[in-house]
């Protein structure tokens, strides 16, 4: 099986995810266990306030998780996670949210897309804006960040990582948010701006052939069709730089992704 | 039923084709109808040598037709055709090879991609090339042509329409070849260097949707993959520019279309 089980052990689980993360050397957000009132309370003195409490399985765009603001309210968070295993999760003062989508193929080689700066609403993916506006050192973290893992995890397929960038005495860090073992919605962009896209390369490495080019063609910005926003579609379908995708689901319920529209701007001169 | 059943009646006999053309004022080889040896010295008499004769209906790739080098061997040229309904056409002196790949929509708007320079081996389409080098004047004619036809036929749809380059009296001249009511295989670029294929713009405009941009991101060559050309797969799929498209075909018989490459070169910028 391709990527493997122990890439998805690892990041379904909000814990194990961190420790793994930690044990290669990458900086995340503080953490700590939570199990119950007692590990809650001492994780809040650990961590700090503001925090997130999170489960630690099956949470995805925002859900499963409880802002903390004060240690106070522990016990109406705990309970709002209905006592599942959880993680509690410093809230980090991020500059901005970026994203690696990368791939490894079967012989261990591995490309990587253009970093993506990502923008959130409401705990989901809005927008996803190619260039990202980082400096070249954070795109070599990031970069390599995804090398350390594609390599630690021994993995074959797609990955998709997100980052938080943070200011530290003068110089920006990296802090790895969370890593997905598959395609990537904030690499959706690649089916329209680069030859070839996440998908194809995800099939290229599940099934041995060479990994594709990851080059850039245009810059581009991938917006998510969220709720009604897919009622726009025709007017959407007519802009003359949008490529639309819609996902065909039958009713657009708040919150559910309904599909993106990538919007290219200046194509790029290749040498 | 879009196209509509007039394009496919038009297109389908080569003399009917011919003859809408010209009812359109545009440039075609010469041409007489073929239905015995009688007509056929005729013909031979109006169009002159070297010729082709080539069934109305029923041919593609180089099939069912018969070069005609000079009127002695209009008898062996008829009886390899077995006697269907044919036209002759007299050989044209061209320089090049171009065609243009447009679409209609149901509102009656036209797009038109970019030309390619299209080459042929064994009367197949190899290679087309986009840019093609052709100059503004003649890219307006091909343009023009397109118009043209997808106006009178009412059309609904993408066409491929096929041109002779030929210089006459200091300046160069366009002939319609052929006229093809659906995507075409010259048209196969579109799909990695454009943000909208000539697929997606079919499918768009049999839906009555919008019809994409054809702009251009990239510099391209399709080169078809023919009979035993598939076979060097994997090392296509290795280089970095390509777009490999394979049709998943069992068994590579030569003169068989088994899939087809776009090799991208250098970006074009956009404003």
Redesign the interface.
């Given at each position: 099986v391709r990527p493997g089980s122990r890439a998805l052990a690892i990041s379904q689980d909000r814990l194990t995810e961190k420790i793994f993360l930690q044990g290669l050397g990458l900086g995340t957000a503080p953490f700590a266990a939570v199990e119950d009132l007692t590990s809650l309370e001492e994780a809040l003195v650990d961590v700090g306030v503001p925090a997130i409490l999170k489960a630690r399985r099956f949470g995805y765009d925002g859900k499963a998780q409880v802002a903390l603001d004060h240690a106070g309210k522990a016990a109406a968070a705990l309970s709002a996670l209905a006592g599942v295993p959880a993680v509690l999760e410093g809230r980090v003062a991020f500059t901005r949210e970026i994203s690696i989508v990368a791939a490894r193929g079967l012989s261990g080689a591995t490309v990587a897309y253009d970093i993506a700066e990502n923008q959130h609403r409401e705990g989901i993916l809005l927008r996803s804006r190619v260039p990202a506006g980082v400096e070249a050192d954070i795109a070599r973290q990031a970069s390599a960040a995804a090398d350390a893992i594609l390599s630690a995890l021994d993995y074959v397929g797609v990955i998709g990582i997100e980052f938080f960038v943070v200011e530290e005495g003068g110089g920006a860090r990296l802090l790895v948010n969370e890593f997905a073992p598959r395609v990537h919605n904030s690499g959706h962009w690649t089916e329209?701006a680069c030859?070839?896209s996440q998908f194809e390369n995800h099939v290229?490495a599940i099934a041995g052939?060479?990994l594709?080019?990851t080059?850039r063609?245009?810059d581009v910005v991938m917006t998510n069709l969220i709720g009604s926003d897919a009622d726009a579609w025709?007017a959407i379908?007519?802009e003359?730089?949008a490529?639309l995708h819609l996902y065909g689901k039958r009713e657009a319920r708040p919150g559910r992704k309904m599909g993106h529209v990538n919007r290219?701007?200046?194509?790029?001169?290749?040498k």
């Open positions: 329209d030859l070839t290229r052939w060479p594709g080019a080059t063609h245009s025709a379908a007519a003359p730089t490529g290219l701007g200046a194509s790029r001169s290749r």
